[in-house]
Nanobody
Framework: QVQLVESGGGLVQAGGSLRLSCAAS????????MSWYRQAPGKQRELVAS???????NYADSVKGRFTISRDNGKNTVYLQINSLKPDDTCVYYC????????????WGQGTQVTVSS
């Protein structure tokens, strides 16, 4: 089994910063891509940022310039630095990890709440 555990969420004022962490543990075959998604109440989960094992990075247009994703391959950990937080960033943030072996194999964390007050 593979477990993903997120941490670092919380309540912050607009303009503030947070750093989310997600550590993968257990029987990990391989980690191809680690990503952060977020979901606001009543909305679909959306991809925020992703990073491959080769450090190729993609961001959603809505977070470019404010969010920075990074990873420590040796620790199977991915980070999300969030700056200049806005009330619209209030969501549950989920960590995702997947690898390809015949098909895409996905693992999800339990989510961490980020609340931004105006």
């Amino acid at each position: 089994q593979v477990q993903l555990v997120e941490s670092g969420g919380g309540l912050v004022q607009a303009g503030g910063s947070l750093r989310l962490s997600c550590a993968a543990s257990g029987h990990i075959f391989r980690v191809d891509v680690m990503s952060w998604y977020r979901q606001a109440p009543g909305k679909q989960r959306e991809l925020v940022a992703s990073i491959t094992s080769g450090a190729s990075i993609n961001y959603a247009d809505s977070v470019k310039g404010r969010f920075t994703i990074s990873r420590d391959n040796g620790k199977n950990t991915v980070y999300l630095q969030i700056n200049s937080l806005k009330p619209d960033d209030t969501c549950v943030y989920y960590c995702n990890m997947y690898y390809f072996l015949n098909r895409r194999n996905d693992y999800w964390g339990q989510g961490t709440q980020v609340t931004v007050s105006s």
